[in-house]
């Protein structure tokens, strides 16, 4: 635990941070002095100064806060129908004052505000769809006990959402005002496939965004404050395996229908399934999503989920085709093209058994086939790299790890072999996205600790968020965005 400084009155709070941060050495990796350098003279700019002292208050008092959370949960948007709650958000960036405010053709809310010119732009982004856990039209009623906020997607990604808020919030009272646009954009369709990031990606990328003008992408999705990720992985596929047993519909000797009991298209299937579950199946822990301390040494490379079945919709007849829907995730292409071969092979061979000799207890045999699709795909890995853009070494990564290096003091890292599901999608259209990262817990006054920031029960009807694991990851964006896009006071005693 970092050492508490309870009688610093809040807005010099920040101002000790730095000394006590310039104490730890940086690690091993690209030089981020130069960044550090210019983030501690943003900090001891009046403007942020001010900005992160409004958001110490908030942290004593969280009410307004907690006022925005709970709107934006009841205002629900499941992934796909999301116009609701876009519509919601919008009018809360217009009633922060902004008026560069509009929501596109893919339920993304886009707010800028603008800055003076001359500097890069520092995009900040979360997503605001949710797990589609009932229909748009149910009502949600989210309400705040013990610390935490309890709604559908609470932690995933409404706490991002309310941080962009409260960022903005920050920025106006702290008047402060930056030589680059700072937009806030949040993103519909992160729980199907991110595909609200990729239009956005596409629709702006190089128009209005471009990495090689210095331009950055970072989004929030709760915790913050050591660094940042800079991955396109993992390279995710939703695929589609389909089965088919069109056995014969006459018998001979027999009048009507064929109503024995046979092979049906659900028991090659099922067959298919336990062998899918039992070779392919990585028996290590899934820790594809782990993060911090937590993460397993041995944690899982791929990840294989047999989301749905489907069969014929009719109960007094034989189905004569089956499907599996996959969700499948690998750390890269040449992987994923293994994996995808993989259930290939066990379909086609499942079916050469019902053909050759059948199934117990019968054993009628019958014919079969199977095709395998992929319907979608997610992530961009290294076989296909963005040309010119260095995933480790960039200035974007370098001053998001320096922002979280002199706040808090931990070492500045940057993880190339993360990223987040709509970060992965953006490379996929071409521009570099990364992710806010840590698990630092700010407590306000200086009183700083890690560990887990505090969601629940992720994707599901009772999750819930804690308070507290706000504050790091405003506070960390804050920071970057103001020293990223340049105070225009310090950027012209620079000058």
């Not at 610390?147 to 106006?172: I, K, S, W």
């Not at 990720?229 to 001979?252: C, D, H, K, Q, Y």
């Not at 690998?330 to 071969?341: D, G, I, K, W, Y």
Request: some cysteine; aromatic content about 8%.
């Amino acid at each position: 635990m970092r050492p508490c400084l309870p009688c610093a009155p809040p807005g010099l709070v920040f101002l000790l941070t730095i000394s006590l941060s310039a104490q730890n050495a940086a690690p091993a990796g690209p030089d981020v002095n130069r960044e550090i350098a210019i983030v501690k003279q943003h900090m001891a700019a009046r403007e942020l100064r001010e900005a992160l002292a409004f958001v110490e208050k908030q942290q004593a008092d969280p009410s307004a806060v907690v006022q925005d959370w709970l709107g934006v949960c009841n205002a629900y948007g499941p992934s796909g129908d999301e116009m609701n709650r876009s519509r919601h958000i919008y009018k809360m960036f217009r009633l922060y004052g902004l008026e560069q405010v509009y929501i596109d053709d893919y339920a993304n809310v886009i707010a800028i505000r603008p800055g003076a010119g001359g500097g890069p732009k520092a995009v900040l982004t979360a997503h605001h769809d949710a797990v589609a856990l009932w229909p748009s039209g149910q009502p949600i009623e989210a309400f705040m006990r013990d610390d935490r906020v309890y709604c559908p997607a609470a932690g995933d990604d409404l706490v991002g959402v309310v941080q962009l808020l409260t960022v903005l919030r920050a920025m106006n009272e702290g008047k402060v005002e930056t030589k680059g646009d700072v937009w806030f954009v949040s993103f519909a369709g992160e729980e199907t496939g991110s595909w609200g990031a990729e239009n956005f990606a596409r629709g702006h990328y190089p128009l209005n965004l471009d990495w090689r003008r210095g331009d950055a992408v970072v989004q929030l999705h709760g915790g913050a404050g050591v660094g940042v990720t800079t991955g396109s992985t993992p390279i995710i596929n939703m695929a589609t395996l389909r089965v088919f047993t069109p056995f014969e519909r006459n018998v001979p000797g027999q009048e009507g229908a064929d109503r024995r009991w046979r092979p049906h298209a659900v028991d090659a299937l099922a067959r298919i399934i336990v062998r899918i579950r039992t070779e392919i199946t990585d028996k290590r822990s899934d820790c594809l999503r782990c993060t911090g301390e937590d993460e397993a040494a041995d944690g899982a490379e791929w990840y294989v989920n047999m989301a749905n079945i489907e069969a014929s919709a009719i109960r007094n007849r034989p189905g004569s085709e089956a499907a599996l829907r996959l969700d499948i995730r690998a750390v890269s292409t040449p992987q994923m093209r293994t994996l995808l071969e993989r259930v290939q092979r066990i379909a086609t061979e499942v079916c050469g058994e019902l053909q050759s000799k059948g199934f117990p207890p019968h054993h009628y045999r019958e014919r079969c086939s199977s095709l395998l699709q992929v319907d979608k795909t997610f992530g961009r890995d290294d076989t296909d790299p963005i040309p010119g853009w260095d995933k480790v070494n960039n200035m974007q990564a370098r001053m998001v790890a320096a922002a979280g290096h002199v706040l808090y003091g931990f070492p500045p890292t940057i993880d190339p072999d993360r990223g987040c599901g709509d970060c992965s999608n953006m490379y996929k259209a071409g521009f570099p996205a990364m992710s806010f990262r840590g698990d630092v817990i700010d407590r306000g006054a200086g009183r700083v600790e890690r560990g887990p920031f505090g969601r629940v029960g992720g994707h599901d009807v009772t999750e819930s968020q804690a308070i507290h694991g706000l504050w790091a990851g405003i506070k960390h964006a804050l920071v970057f965005a103001v020293s990223h896009a340049a105070i225009t006071s310090v950027a012209q005693s620079r000058e």
